[in-house]
């Protein structure tokens, strides 16, 4: 089960803003078909909002066929947004975090490797032009 | 369109031409309103708008001197039987002080004919109120818990709260605010609740009522009012006609440049004007600064 959270001074939305936790918690692997999602009554109790509110977002979740609701009993993860490549992060972030640590010694702040993926980035995925993420 | 716990658009509260007059001031006039059901309405405006008047004529405890009003298509003056669908709390919260919270759920299973008593105390547990204190030694914010489980007993179908949090600390707000909520979403009960303050509304309610100076300002869904404002930012604005705008809530201008609070019927396409959305806040603040903005500068003897 997952907590929902509100970011106060954000210009997001409620109802998005539970939309979107919903959606990181499936990309990260937080939340996997089967699981159930926080009944409307306890998010609207724990955080003191409409419950109109947190329905909204559940039901956006429904049209997008990420979740589905079973009358009586509540609202149930049917698909996930973890791609195929999350098995295979793991590594990934060790040769990350290893070139890191070469960027620190060569002198670079967190701010100019920030810039330097940002560009090479743009640069790289331009090349590449028509491959297209896995939704 | 927002998804409701209603049955589509019944009115629970509708008012028509609806108004109430002390002596010769009226308190509320020409009120012409509906609130549909499953919604959590805000009621709000300032101190002596009329919140207080509208919230009385509703349960029925005042009579209308124009227009009618009806609560669930019955007219509520002098209508017993239909107070049995209405739950009120009133201002502050008033209790029998002498009386522990086990003693009111009692006596309000004798006053009502509908009651759940259980549920009360299963609330009131919870919320960690003692059972036989009196009332009155409690504090604020747990004597508004008690006023709302014994309303919530009462299994309402219209909930009517007036100023249920202005008292309160912001910790015992937002507990109050939870409770009710939680137990909203259970019972789906339709809600009207009045206020001052806004900022604990916004995230709580879904339908907006906003009075001024005893009459209507606005009325609608939040999304929908939220939705078709706009302020728009440009060269100095002489009056005319702009593509898309319905009408000017508010202006104000320097000599070149004028800002706009406008409520639109289309696009605004005028490359002059730049847009920004609106929260709800800044609609509620224009229309209630609306027509009460005439400042007196000559009554101060201070040039404007």
Known sequence: MIEFVLDSRSKVNTYMQLVQQVKQALRVGLLTPGDQLPKVRDVAQSLAINPNTVLKAYRELEIEGLVGGRPGVGTFVQRTLAGASLPNQAELRDDLVAWLHRAQTAGLTAEDVIALVETTLRATLTDDAPQKEPA | ?304
Request: net charge neutral; with cysteine.
């Open chain 2, 1 to 304: 369109m927002s998804p409701t716990r209603g049955r589509g658009m019944d009115m629970v509260l509708e008012t028509d031409r609806l108004g109430k007059r002390y002596g010769s001031t009226w308190a509320l006039r020409e009120c012409s309103l509906h609130l549909p059901a499953g919604r959590i309405a805000a009621l709000v405006g300032p101190n002596g708008a009329g919140k207080s008047t509208l919230l009385h004529l509703a349960v029925g405890l005042l009579k209308p001197d124009a227009g009618t009003v009806r609560v669930f298509g019955r007219s509520p003056y002098d209508d017993t039987e239909g107070l049995a669908d209405i739950g009120f709390v009133a201002q502050d919260t008033p209790l029998y002080r002498d009386f522990t919270a086990a003693e009111l759920v009692i006596a309000g299973g004798k006053l009502n004919r509908r009651w759940d008593a259980a549920l009360a105390r299963q609330r009131l547990a919870q919320l960690g109120i003692p059972p036989d204190k009196p009332v009155g030694k409690l504090s604020g914010g747990q004597r508004a818990q008690v006023a709302l489980a014994l309303a919530l007993a009462k299994q309402p179908r219209l909930l009517l709260l007036d100023e249920p949090v202005a008292s309160l600390d912001p910790l015992a707000r937002r507990e109050f605010l939870q409770s009710l909520m939680g137990s909203v979403a259970e019972s789906g009960t339709t809600v009207l609740l009045s206020s001052h303050l806004l900022a604990d509304l916004e995230r709580v309610c879904d339908y907006l009522i906003v009075l001024s100076a005893a009459q209507v300002q606005l009325t609608g869904a939040v999304d929908d009012l939220v939705a078709e404002h706009r302020q728009l930012v440009g060269p100095r604005h002489d009056g005319g006609a702009i593509g898309g705008v319905a009408a000017v809530v508010r202006a104000s201008h320097t000599d070149r440049q004028s800002t706009l609070l406008v409520r639109t019927d289309g696009p605004i396409t005028d490359p002059a004007w730049t847009i920004r959305e609106v929260s709800l806040e800044d609609v509620v603040l224009a229309y209630l600064a609306d027509g009460t903005t005439q400042t007196s500068h000559s009554e101060w003897g201070v040039p404007a």
